[in-house]
């Protein structure tokens, strides 16, 4: 939450001339409700199950970069969805990121009286689940989001099969 996928994968999109979805932005579109609202109206349990039907359907599609939320990690079942492409764990400080947010009221799970311990603990939940991604991108301080995703590209190649020469 709050390290830059959204911002990031939108560039990615652009740089790689592939289409561009974030999951949240698609849920909020096709219910007509905020993030926050779906938190507070029908549960996270509820925003989960959407969040699992948006990524079941985008997965499908080739030449497209897919943002998604942070707890997309948490259903077991996203895991297939998600390992039809390349997954890339983008990483920063919890510091960085709570300075990020600091201002946002847009994330319902840090609506929290202790925001930098919540995601302390969200981060600490969330690690090996985090982990199983193919890439592994740790965010630098003052890196902007267009070195990241120039950082992202540079690194596909090596975690793509390399090709067997006959
Ligand atoms: N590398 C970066 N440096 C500075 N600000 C950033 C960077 N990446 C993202 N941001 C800002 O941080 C906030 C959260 O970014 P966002 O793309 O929404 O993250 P996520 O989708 O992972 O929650 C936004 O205000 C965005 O402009
Ligand atoms: O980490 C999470 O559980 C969440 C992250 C958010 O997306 P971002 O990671 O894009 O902020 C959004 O899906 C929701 O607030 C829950
Ligand atoms: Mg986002």
Known sequence: MG??????GRLLAKELGYGFVDTDNVIAQAT???INQLF???????????ESDVLSQVCAFT???????????????????LHHGLIVWLDA???????????????PLLQDADPKGKLRSLLEQRT??????????IEREGETPEDLAKRILEA???????????
Do not use: C, M
Request: net charge positive; aromatic share 6%; charged share 25%.
């Open 3 to 8: 390290v830059g996928k959204t911002t990031i």
């Open 32 to 34: 007509g409700k905020s």
């Open 40 to 50: 507070t109206e029908e549960g996270e349990t509820a925003f989960r199950k959407l």
């Open 63 to 81: 030449k497209l970069t897919i943002s998604t939320g942070g707890g997309i990690v948490l259903r077991l079942e996203n895991w297939g969805y």
């Open 93 to 107: 400080p919890v510091e960085l990121i709570y300075n990020r947010l600091a201002e946002d009221s847009t994330r």
């Open 128 to 137: 090996p689940l985090y982990s199983q991604a193919d890439l592994h991108i």
């Open 156 to 166: 596909i190649p090596s975690v793509l099969k390399t090709q067997v020469s006959h």
